[in-house]
């Protein structure tokens, strides 16, 4: 039986230094939400002129550990096991728990995937802290060195500021696909170290077998969306958007009423519930634009509204409105890119 355990403030909150990251793997590569945790890690400890600390966990890591310090960390640090090939949640948060100990960092940043979320409740734990979870806005307080960490609440449509004054390390997880990846840098400069470790057997009651990954739709890496909502009156709307995508390289995604209605896969939903994304293009067809879809899409770099309603909210962030049924746009549009594609010229109209 598990009994309840009280968070401590350290003795001296100031003998805390530097933001450290946990950066996600998956099949032997950096996951894209640990590398958003690079970005928003650095600024926020070059702000206050400490160093950003990556740890990647995991058995063959040397060009890992490489390409995080060329990504944006100032010190790599790698955990090396065969035992921690994959994630397994009591070795993981075990072993990141002793190098917090070790290294005592001023915040921890770990992004809020299914095993991010598993990891930073268990760490929190362990560290007698707090942690803010599902972060879209972090930055730090220079003077005092605290993390303001923000997260949508009331539906999201207000921004929550939590702050952790008294304990440390400072925990918060950011949800993927909200902070930008940053350039890569092969001729960066950095410090890294390779720990090799070793597991307790006590922690390692299951076996891995095999691992079968789930195929899922992973929109977060997406440079262009088309997205349906309920506008397309009908679920073979979504035929129309998968023949436009498939003509331009997009991705298919859908708000949650879609979802909710069985009319497309929930790995589709773009949203506070779904994923959230920043593609290069979003054309969002027949989506009204409640907040919690805004706040999913809105960071997108060009955003296209295709919707008969004027006053869809969608249309308040849009750089690009069509006011016009889709099912008369998008057609067109197809048709469009199928002659550019084959250098075949739209026919005259003939004369009235």
Not at 6 to 35: D, H, M, S
Not at 211 to 230: E, H, N, Y
Request: charged letters at 30%; aromatic letters at 4%.
């Amino acid at each position: 039986m598990v009994g309840l355990v009280n968070a401590e403030p350290p003795e001296n909150a100031g003998e805390y230094k530097n933001v450290l990251i946990f950066l996600e793997t998956r099949q032997g590569k950096l996951a894209k939400p640990g590398l958003e945790m690079i970005s928003v890690g650095a600024a926020i400890a070059h702000k206050v002129n400490e160093e950003l600390i990556g740890i990647v966990m995991g058995n063959k890591i040397e060009g890992l550990v490489q390409e995080a310090g060329e990504y944006g960390c100032d010190k790599v640090i790698g955990l090396k096991s065969k035992d921690l090939e994959d994630f397994r949640t009591i070795p993981y948060s075990v072993n990141l728990s002793e190098l917090i100990t070790e290294l005592k960092p001023n915040i921890l940043l770990i992004p809020a995937t299914r095993n991010g979320r598993d990891l930073a409740s268990r760490i929190a734990v362990r560290s007698k802290t707090g942690v803010t979870a599902d972060c879209t806005e972090l930055d730090i307080d220079p003077a005092e060195r605290i993390l303001q960490a923000r997260r949508p609440t009331y539906g999201e449509s207000t921004l929550a500021e939590i702050l952790c004054k008294r304990h440390r390390p400072q925990m918060a997880t950011a949800r993927p696909g909200i902070f930008s990846v940053p350039e890569r840098d092969p001729k960066r400069k950095f410090v890294s170290e390779i720990r090799k470790t070793t597991i307790k057997k006590e922690f390692l009651k299951k076996e891995i077998v095999s691992f079968k990954p789930k195929s899922t739709l992973d929109l977060t890496s997406a440079k262009i969306i088309v997205s349906g909502g309920l506008g397309l009156g009908k679920p073979s709307g979504f035929k129309l958007l998968e023949e436009l995508a498939g003509e331009i390289g997009a991705s298919v995604g859908a708000s949650r009423p879609t979802v909710d209605m069985g009319w497309i896969e929930r790995d589709h939903q773009v949203g506070q519930t779904g994923q959230s994304v920043r593609p290069d293009i979003y054309i969002a067809c027949g989506i009204s634009g409640k907040a919690q879809h805004i706040m999913g899409m809105r960071l997108s770099k060009n955003i296209v509204s295709i919707n008969t309603d004027a006053s869809a909210e969608l249309n308040s962030i849009s750089d690009y409105i069509i006011n016009e049924d889709l099912y008369k746009v998008i057609p067109e549009l197809i048709d469009a890119i199928k002659r550019r594609k084959s250098g075949e010229k739209k026919p005259a109209e003939a004369p009235a």
